[in-house]
């Protein structure tokens, strides 16, 4: 088993900055990848960052690509996503989710394990 627990939303102004982390505990890592999806009112839930635990492979939606990183601290046991230049659009729930693959995974059926949530929103 994992436990997710994502943490780090807030509010922020359009060109603001925020990093979300995922603390992560339970069995042992070392096989899964780690990703970010987020869900807005009304839409589906969509991928937007993943990254693999045992090398730090990671990799990112078009939408935010060279705004957003994907980075993990194996110490820790923590997930970080660090983004930047946010837009409105960026508002929505952020989950983290773990699930064991190799290579890039995108789709949510890859994942087994999801924390609650943690709500971004920004403001124009």
């Known amino acids: 088993q994992v436990q997710l627990v994502e943490s780090g939303g807030g509010l922020v102004q359009t060109g603001g900055s925020l990093r979300l982390s995922c603390a992560v505990s339970?069995?042992?890592?070392?096989?899964?990848?780690m990703s970010w999806f987020r869900q807005a009112p009304g839409k589906e839930r969509e991928f937007v960052a993943g990254?693999?635990?045992?090398?730090?492979?990671?990799w990112y939606s078009n939408s935010v690509k060279g705004r957003f990183t994907a980075s993990r601290d194996n110490g820790e046991r923590r997930v970080y996503l660090e983004m930047n230049s946010l837009k409105p659009e960026d508002t929505a729930v952020y989950y983290c989710?773990?699930?064991?693959?190799?290579?890039?995974?995108?789709?949510?059926?890859?994942?087994?394990?999801w924390g609650p949530g943690t709500q971004v929103t920004v403001s124009s």
């Open positions: 989710a773990a699930g064991k693959a190799v290579g890039v995974r995108t789709t949510m059926d890859w994942y087994d394990y």
């Open positions: 339970g069995r042992s890592l070392g096989d899964y990848v």
């Open positions: 990254i693999t635990w045992s090398d730090g492979y990671t």
